[in-house]
């Protein structure tokens, strides 16, 4: 464990972030305070071209703030336990 690499692959910006139609609008409306409408983040993932690439990075990283790829923490926890779940029946 390399935790001087561990910390530098946290605060890394993401290569698919230059690509991505949130990048120059306003966070805080990917950081929306609990039970704020999510609907602005959610139509600007919606029509961006790296919003499965932006999804997946917070599903593997279980990224427990804000929208990404156009879902909530509570959406990728769903996703991440459906995932589990096909693992288990896979085997």
């Known amino acids: 464990m390399d935790l001087h690499r561990?910390?530098?692959d946290l605060l890394a910006v993401p290569s698919f972030y230059k690509d991505a139609n949130c990048k120059?609008?306003?966070q805080d409306?990917?950081?929306p305070d609990r039970g704020s409408s999510t609907v602005i983040a959610?139509?600007?993932?919606s029509e961006c071209k790296v919003r499965v690439e932006c999804l997946e990075y917070a599903v593997e990283r279980k990224e427990r703030?804000?929208?990404w790829g156009g879902k909530s923490e509570r959406e990728r926890r769903a996703i991440r336990r459906?995932?589990?779940n096909n693992e288990k029946k896979s085997k």
């Open 6 to 8: 561990d910390l530098e």
């Open 24 to 26: 120059g609008t306003n």
């Open 29 to 31: 409306d990917f950081f």
């Open 42 to 45: 959610k139509q600007i993932c």
């Open 65 to 67: 703030f804000g929208i």
């Open 82 to 84: 459906e995932r589990r």
